[in-house]
């Protein structure tokens, strides 16, 4: 019984602190509004692609479709796609879009190339699976007029979802936006996402350009800025949709890969834990996250034990309702819903208020409506999608120890 | 280059956590700490009342005044209703693990005063006859498959006789000599097991219970 309840208290407190966290900086209040950009410097878009003749003509018509004042080179890059992309690209080409084929070598060594060729003051690495707004850019220059920021990143939503675990994740998305946003006001944002990330050029070439190692170039390089000491920021208007995985095996695969770049580049950049030098993203976000990685275990040991506990006394009770009758207890008077003790009871109000209060917020700033047909994927996001992450935590830790071969 | 460090966000929420939790943590120990003492009262009255029906059965026993025996009948029948009742919310507790400051202490008054009840009603009842029929129900408190069910069907006949039926319940894990000395003296090996007239059952479907009791009841019930 203690050990039960010194699990639940640590797990509750790690849950509340991280929501009260992110509740308190946006309830300073600050604008969200994008500053609107003074020049409209060129910008290159680059396009890594691999396999995807079934949507990159969508992601370059988006691109083609962008609002900027400014000019935009487009440059595709074929990582050594066995399908049709580069004929879809070809399609292009009379429009401006350049095509740069190259053996197979992934998303890192594709960017690192293009770079090569990229003479315009900012960048934009897009992924090829994505359909930016129109707007997009024209919300996320402005911030350039800070010489310390150094990327800007878009307000990412899953694209056109239909079954169910495209549903969840486009939830996750929602809430991703919110917290990506408060992040910025705060300068910590942990990753630069590849669709439709815009970057100041010359900084990324300083800095050694994508590191062709790591399983999440978008992350590492996001550190790396943030080593060199300069600013990521965020806007919540310049909308980029992306597919997201169909199916469990497809969401597993990608999860493990993310995590696992979670992993290497805290690995890699352990020295700005706890360190004053790296501001809030040292002192502050850097051991949330290492936090949240740590109790890990712990989470999905003990939701799996609750969940055992409340599923066997569910059909103990439907077992004894069904065969002597549901008969009215005075005992029902006495205890609290499903048999938990009255500090589990406020606990568990507590942790399942928060998670809806942040839901219904990642709503309404990504002007987003809470709809009841979605109800069931509400439940599933709550309760159930963070234990499946937690066990991709787990997984990918492991895999990463054991160095289980690196692929995308 | 160094970065802005800005720590006020994580203290306050670090604060505000702990207040929660405080509260929370209040809260559940008030809860908790209350319905101890509710229950303790309740079984400090049913303390004194049975404390009032020993000393009448002891008045009738000297004095053989069997006039009184339908009010005494009509105490025990109110007390033994009042543990009943009791009985429920322990158990309840004790599911929810929602066990406030002196929970043993009192699970064991209310095991005491079950039991004395008990004894005293079988007492009356020798004393000043009676057709009402009374069942020793040993439960028990840990892992028992079908005590739960075993308690249902009690309830279910209680809710149909009324007060003509009495359920003294008493767990049989329950670590005192009392319990081994009438788990020994009625034959109890297995729980859940009902003593009726000095007979000893084990688990026991409502159709056999009801031909039981068909079978101790002088005026028989509706069931019959």
């Known amino acids: ?408 | 280059m160094v970065k802005k460090l800005r720590l006020r966000y994580a203290a306050l929420a670090l604060v505000i956590t702990l207040i929660i939790f405080s509260m929370g943590g209040l809260l559940g120990y008030i809860l908790s700490a209350e319905k101890s003492r509710v229950l303790l009262e309740e079984v400090a009255e049913t303390r004194n009342e049975m404390e009032n029906l020993q000393t009448e059965l002891l008045y009738i026993q000297v004095l053989g005044t069997e006039h009184a025996c339908p009010m005494f009948k009509k105490q025990v029948k109110t007390t033994s209703e009042e543990l009943y009742l009791m009985g429920k919310q322990l158990v309840a507790y004790q599911d929810a693990k929602d066990f406030g400051v002196g929970f043993e202490q009192l699970k064991n008054e209310y095991m005491f005063l079950q039991i004395r009840t008990w004894l005293i009603y079988n007492k009356l009842r020798e004393d000043c006859g009676s057709d009402d029929v009374d069942v020793l129900f040993f439960y028990s408190s840990g892992s028992c498959d079908g005590c739960i069910g075993q308690g249902r069907i009690l309830d279910v006949l209680k809710a149909e006789l009324g007060d003509r039926f009495l359920v003294f319940a008493v767990d049989g894990i329950w670590e005192q000599p009392i319990m081994d000395y009438m788990k020994n003296d009625f034959g109890v090996t297995e729980l859940p097991a009902l003593v009726i007239s000095g007979k000893t059952y084990g688990f026991i479907t409502e159709q056999e219970l009801r031909g039981v009791l068909c079978s101790e009841y002088a005026e028989k019930p509706d069931f019959c």
């Open chain 1, 1 to 408: 019984m203690e050990l039960e309840l010194i699990i639940i208290t640590v797990l509750s407190f790690m849950v509340i602190f991280t929501a009260v966290f992110w509740l308190l900086i946006l309830f300073e209040g600050k604008d969200s509004r994008d500053p609107k950009p003074k020049k409209f410097p060129p910008v290159t878009i680059i396009i890594p692609a691999f396999n995807e003749e079934e949507i990159i003509s969508k992601c370059i018509q988006s691109v083609l479709d962008l609002n900027y004042p400014g000019k935009k080179y487009i440059l595709v890059v074929n990582d050594g796609s066995i399908d049709k992309t580069a004929e879809k690209v070809k399609k292009f080409l009379k429009k401006g879009v350049e095509l740069l084929n190259k053996k197979n070598s992934g998303k890192a060594d594709s960017l690192n190339q293009a770079l090569k060729k990229v003479n315009t003051p900012f960048y934009v690495c897009l992924d090829a699976d994505s359909i930016v707004s129109k707007n997009a850019l024209m919300h996320m220059m402005g911030y350039f007029e800070n010489k310390n920021v150094a990327a800007v990143t878009p307000a990412m939503k899953v694209f056109k979802p239909k079954k169910f675990v495209e549903k969840v994740q486009w939830v996750e998305y929602l809430t991703s936006v919110l917290v990506r946003k408060l992040s910025s006001w705060i300068d910590v944002i942990i990753v630069t996402p590849g669709p439709f990330s815009v970057y100041r050029t010359a900084v990324i070439k300083k800095l050694g350009c994508y590191d062709t190692k790591t399983l999440t170039e978008d992350m590492e390089i996001t550190y790396r800025l943030h080593n060199a000491g300069y600013s990521v920021e965020n806007s919540v208007h310049a909308e980029v949709f992306t597919y997201a995985p169909k199916n469990l095996h497809e969401l597993l695969k990608q999860r493990m890969r993310w995590m696992r770049g979670s992993y290497q580049n805290l690995f890699k950049y352990s020295h700005m834990l706890l360190n004053r030098k790296y501001g809030t993203f040292g002192v502050v976000m850097l051991p949330i996250t290492v936090a949240a990685l740590l109790l890990a275990p712990l989470a999905v040991g003990f939701s799996l034990y609750l969940l055992y506990q409340f599923v066997t006394t569910l059909i103990s009770n439907i077992h004894t309702a069904l065969v002597y009758g549901i008969f009215f207890d005075i005992s029902w008077f006495y205890t609290t819903p499903f048999g938990i003790n009255a500090y589990y009871f406020v606990i568990a109000i507590s942790v399942l208020s928060l998670g809806l209060s942040v839901l219904w917020l990642s709503h309404r700033f990504s002007k987003e409506k809470v709809s009841f047909n979605m109800k069931l994927v509400y439940f599933a996001y709550i309760l159930i999608y963070f234990v499946f992450l937690n066990v991709v935590w787990i997984l990918s830790f492991f895999e990463e120890v054991l160095g289980v071969g690196r692929k995308w």
